[in-house]
């Protein structure tokens, strides 16, 4: 039982010890809700590990006396919580302070750097007009949390080098928890085997069951206590709510409070959505252009015109159950197609999109270049806490040979089992790419199968309207959007089973580092997402409508369903309704999935703790019933955005609004993932990242690709080629004109020349379709005709013209845009100066200072005036010669 009483401002426990029939009086004001510090009030938390003791938990007991045992002897600070102390009464917290002699340690071992002399290169002048944006801006002391210094490498032989005021606030709490987690690493829990280390490790098997770095305070007020910064207060008032959505985000204090590698996403997250911007703004105009420009369209005139249109009695769509039906039936469908698609402003949508996304793959690489400078992150080296063995690989791997460069013995895979886990895994990841292929085959006979359905019904009035709602809905577009909508399932289906499949199949190929199995695991992931997002959009641009045959001698998928046509405007519009369908059916269940389920998930964990006081409630354990931002939790981020720039530049010529799409996404995903982050997600260890990595390279290999798939949809998947033929080509009157075009691209057919199987019930006489071939009475009945050719031609020829100019000009644009800017590169020459003139000059007091003390004499006056002739610097390293 337990027994509260309040006395004055104290707190105090009566709680009934499990072990003794006595009470015990615990004092809880330290442990308040907004403790960071043990109970002294004075060192720090900067690590905290949860366990629950086991019944049959003596080997746990074991690994975690000797692994605590071998931190201490690390110089770790150590207190623990006991289970009576926690809110579930199972659980016990092992709080763990790092002094400050093994924070300069090892800050020395990963080559931290840190502040040596206060920045005397003056800032730029202020940018002109600068006024107009100030209502984004944000106020300093969120913007710039820290002063601008030069930086060098700590050493810890020369303490007084650096500007060091207060020992404990020198090094932040991202630093100090990551330098914590870099001991957890490779601390040893077992005397017997010395491979058996880590804290990875001690989590997977059950010894310990959380290790996290604390939160500085609530998020949603600031910590009672002063000497706390309430960082997470800052970033959720000014950073993390919905209604900050359009200020700029405060990037020095995300790196300062999570590290560079969050940071470096967010900032990269940040670019991409304001470059979505001037996208969405040119893809907006197209569309006005196209709505306001629709009087101007004489081939949609014509095709609803009831004298033209009106008069066109086209083939069945499909045999038996489909009737004749007339042109102006698709009146309604070609005037949004001319609406949403833009046809006149295809390639200049296009050229002004792809400028602008290589505008921003160029422009980043400075952006990135200047963050690595302010965020010290030149020449930065591949931490060893990134390098080493994965805990895994030292299991798995039995074999031990000898590494050439440590000279120690180091647990390998032979060549053997590598070379049958690369087949196998690759094996797996062919056959989840037939899976999806299978799938779109089987959406493909569903389309075939469910038009011929909604074609029936329109069976008694053959020639009228194939409407089944509205003048919109007509049996091709109701059938597009269903077959979209199972597409969509169907690829969410797909992508949660193969997540885990990546995740099993890249476990099993036992990569050696972390930084191997992420790459490993990102080209798996993008691979099948690619295959599985676009395959339905290529289909649709690329092969629907392309093998149907010609009436007489149709083309049948499996001998049975006769293959889709496209409609008299093409199959554009069918494009876009998937493209719409998929990508914007992607944003919203992520952003759904992202922030309802860890909210989800904590409010349920949290039920209980939540009717307790507050004081009751402590940090750590406040932290311990958040969510775990998992190794791979920035993956899944650029993962999602990644596809999406995909949707953007791979489709855009079918649909100018897809930026526009996106931007709305990005302004909302920005704050769901600033939101999840600060409040819904344990504090992640902090970690550097000098680039986003391996995705920089996927978006230019997307951005390359992009120039292809767009070229081929003009010429192919549009009308636009075509047309230009006619006005230029064959069109007869005086002037280029659109007039007679409807024509010009439908053939003509003779219905007694149809086979009894595509023969409908009811006839009329004669029948259009859409396609270039000769006549009936023809010397070459129903062969391509010459205007065929020369359309062929004409599209071969555009596609193989634009590619090369756009390359063109992308390779310029890279060209002309240096990848570092300038002010940056001086920066860096003068800091690499400063530290080697300031570390001559630290380096000679020293040594004046040392020959002082030993007494002035002639002989000391010698060698002091021969030491400082023969001083000097090599790779940053001071080297004296006497």
């Known amino acids: 039982s337990n027994i509260v009483h309040v006395c004055g401002r104290m707190l105090v426990l009566f709680k009934m010890s499990k072990t003794t029939d006595c009470y015990e009086l615990v004092d809880k004001q330290q442990q308040s809700k907004d403790s960071v510090y043990f109970r002294d009030g004075v060192r720090r938390i900067d690590f905290v590990l949860s366990y629950i003791d086991d019944k049959d938990g003596e080997k746990k007991q074991d690994r975690r006396k000797v692994f605590e045992a071998n931190l201490v002897a690390a110089g770790l600070e150590l207190e623990t919580e006991d289970k009576s102390e926690s809110e579930d009464g199972k659980t016990y917290f092992l709080k763990i302070h790092v002094p400050w002699e093994v924070l300069a340690t090892y800050a020395d071992v990963l080559k931290i750097k840190v502040p040596f002399k206060t920045n005397d290169i003056p800032d730029k002048k202020d940018v002109p007009m600068s006024w107009l944006c100030t209502p984004y801006r944000l106020p300093e002391h969120v913007m710039q949390p820290e002063p601008d210094y030069f930086t060098a490498t700590f050493d810890k032989s020369k303490i007084d080098f650096f500007l060091i005021e207060d020992k404990e606030t020198f090094f932040p709490p991202s630093t100090r928890n990551r330098i914590v987690y870099y001991i957890l690493s490779r601390c040893q829990y077992s005397k017997e085997d010395k491979d058996k280390k880590g804290i990875k490790r001690l989590l997977n098997n059950g010894t310990y069951i959380a290790a996290f770095p604390l939160h500085d305070s609530r998020y949603w007020t600031r910590s009672r206590d002063a000497n706390c910064d309430s960082e997470r207060y800052a970033l959720y008032k000014y950073w993390a709510r919905f209604s900050r959505f359009y200020k700029e985000q405060p990037l020095n204090l995300i790196r300062k409070y999570y590290g560079e590698k969050i940071g470096i996403y967010f900032a990269w997250l940040g670019f991409y959505t304001e470059m979505l911007s001037y996208a969405a703004v040119v893809g907006l105009l197209c569309f006005i252009y196209g709505v306001a420009s629709f009087d101007e369209n004489i081939w949609s005139k014509e095709i609803c015109n009831e004298t033209i249109g009106g008069q066109i009695v086209m083939c069945p769509l499909c045999d038996k159950k489909c009737g004749y039906w007339k042109l102006n039936t698709t009146c309604s469908s070609s005037w949004v197609s001319e609406k949403i698609t833009v046809h006149l402003l295809f390639i200049p949508n296009f050229l002004l999109i792809y400028l602008l996304m290589t505008l921003f793959l160029e422009f980043w690489k400075r952006r990135q270049a200047r963050l690595e400078y302010e965020w010290d992150l030149v020449d930065m080296e591949e931490e060893q806490q990134q390098l080493q063995l994965r805990p895994e690989y030292e299991i798995k791997c039995t074999h031990r040979r000898r590494n050439r460069v440590t000279q ?56 009228n309207k194939l409407d089944v709602v509205g003048s919109l809905i007509t049996p091709q577009f109701a059938t597009s959007v269903t077959a979209s909508c199972i597409n969509f399932v169907i690829i969410m289906v797909l992508n949660f089973l193969y997540e885990r499949v990546a995740i099993k199949i890249t476990d099993m190929e036992v990569p050696k580092t972390h930084v191997e199995y992420e790459n490993k695991l990102t080209v798996k992931m993008f691979l099948f997402q690619f295959v599985n997002y676009y395959s339905s959009c290529f289909y649709v641009a690329f092969f629907k409508g392309k093998f149907v045959g010609y009436p007489g001698d149709y083309a049948y998928m499996f001998g049975k369903w006769r293959n889709e046509e496209c409609e008299p405007g093409g199959c554009l519009i069918e494009l876009t309704t998937q493209l719409v369908i998929v990508m914007v059916g992607k944003q919203v269940w992520g952003n759904i999935q992202e922030a309802l389920v860890p909210w989800l998930c904590n409010w349920w964990v949290s039920r209980n703790a939540r ?4 004081s009751l409630y402590s940090r750590w354990e406040q932290d ?81 690709f992009s120039v292809v798939t767009n070229a081929f949809i003009v010429s192919f998947t549009s009308d636009m080629i075509p ?20 024509n010009s691209s439908l053939a003509v057919f003779n219905i007694t020349d149809f086979k009894p199987e595509n023969r409908p019930d009811d006839s009329e006489n004669p029948d259009w379709y859409r396609d270039y071939r000769n006549p009936p009475g023809h010397e070459k009945p129903y062969i391509h005709s010459m205007q065929f050719w020369h359309i062929l031609a004409a599209k071969l020829a555009f596609i193989i013209i634009m590619e090369h100019v756009v390359f063109v000009v992308k390779f310029f644009v890279a060209w002309l845009i240096p990848d570092v800017p300038s002010d940056v590169k001086a920066r860096i020459k003068r800091e690499r100066y400063l530290i080697q003139e300031y570390l001559h000059n630290y380096e000679l007091e020293k040594l004046k200072i040392q020959l002082s003390q030993n007494g002035p004499n002639i002989e000391q006056t010698l060698v002091l005036s021969h030491v400082t002739s023969e001083i000097f610097l090599h790779k940053g390293k001071v080297c004296i010669t006497v």
């Open 408 to 463: 120690e013995m180091e647990p390998y895979l032979p060549l053997t089992s590598k070379c049958a886990r690369s087949v196998l895994s690759g094996a797996t990841v062919l056959f989840w790419m037939c899976l999806i292929i299978a799938s779109i085959i089987g959406v493909i006979a569903y389309r075939l199968a469910v038009f011929a359905a909604f074609a029936s019904i329109m069976k008694d009035s053959p020639t």
């Open 723 to 742: 047309r230009l033929v006619y006005k230029y080509a064959y069109y007869q009157g005086a002037e280029g004109s659109m007039e007679g075009y409807i």
């Open 624 to 704: 311990h019933d958040l969510q775990t931002f998992g190794q791979l939790g920035l993956f899944y981020e650029y993962l999602e955005m990644v596809i999406q720039f995909g949707f953007i530049t791979l489709f855009v010529a079918s649909f100018p609004l897809a930026p526009l799409l996106a931007l709305m996404n990005n302004i909302l995903e920005v704050r769901v993932d600033a939101w999840k982050f600060t409040t819904q997600f344990r504090r992640p260890v902090a970690a550097k990242a000098h680039s986003i990595g391996a995705w920089d390279e996927i978006l230019n290999m997307i951005a390359v």
């Open 611 to 614: 009717n307790h006081p507050e």
